[in-house]
């Protein structure tokens, strides 16, 4: 039930994009995506609610493809601020809590 | 709103020893979650509760860990005795329940077992 990202781990230059997908094996209600900083609690970043959805937060976006299970998360023109370990957060019907993926850790270096 | 609240933030405690992490949702959210985050394991569910009543604890490592909510506004996640393979860093999130609504973390407790 553990959705699963990939890359696992990806160095990017300033200025280069990057996308990291979260796939699950089960329908989905809703993907969270959270940053997390070394030493930090996870930060909530968006959610996604509905196939086809897509969200922005800053130059960091979101989709969500319902039918295929998954969601992506796009990062664009990274600055070394975007440093981190993404992590998605899988919503399933029934009211049940979010189930995280193992994360993707994201390196920005100048 | 100061968000969720945990404390301690440090630990540091002997094999053997009873520990007790505390956190304060944030306030008007109804469900609460403990998660324990190691490099092995990455971000592990222990337990939730939701309206202060816990829901799934199929999470909890063993009987040695116990949680509660007495109110609202605060729950205990409890180690007795605690082991050095308990070192980890501890976080409670809250949200409100409900399939739209966004989950926040608190800072978390990093504990350390020697």
């Known amino acids: 039930q553990q959705p699963v990202q990939s890359p696992q781990a990806v160095i990017l230059r300033e200025g280069e994009d990057a996308v990291i997908n979260c796939s699950s094996s089960?329908?989905?209600?809703?993907v969270h995506w959270y940053r997390q900083k070394h030493g930090e609690a996870p930060v909530f970043l968006m959610i996604?609610?509905?196939?086809?959805e897509q969200k922005g937060h800053e130059k960091i976006s979101a989709s969500f493809n319902e039918k295929k299970q998954q969601s992506s998360l796009y990062l664009t023109a990274s600055q070394l601020s975007y440093s981190g370990t993404y992590f998605c957060?899988?919503?399933?019907?029934?009211?049940?809590?979010?189930?995280f993926g193992k994360g993707t850790r994201l390196s920005v270096i100048a | 709103d100061a968000g969720v609240i945990q404390s301690p933030r440090h630990e540091v405690t002997e094999m053997g020893q009873e520990v007790t992490l505390r956190c304060k949702p944030i306030s008007g959210h109804n469900s609460l979650f403990w998660y324990r985050q190691t490099m092995m394991r990455g971000l592990e569910l222990l337990i939730y509760?939701?309206?202060?009543?816990?829901?799934?604890d199929s999470g909890m490592p063993e009987d040695r860990f116990s949680a509660k909510m007495p109110n609202a506004s605060f729950s205990t996640l409890k180690i007795q005795p605690s082991e050095p393979r308990d070192s980890a860093v501890y976080f409670c999130?809250?949200?409100?329940?409900?399939?739209?609504?966004?989950?926040?973390f608190g800072p978390g407790t990093r504990l350390t077992v020697t």
């Open positions: 509760f939701n309206n202060n009543v816990p829901i799934d």
């Open positions: 957060g899988t919503e399933y019907p029934g009211n049940t809590p979010l189930v």
């Open positions: 996604l609610l509905k196939g086809g």
């Open positions: 089960k329908a989905l209600y809703s």
């Open positions: 999130a809250s949200r409100l329940a409900g399939r739209f609504n966004e989950q926040y």
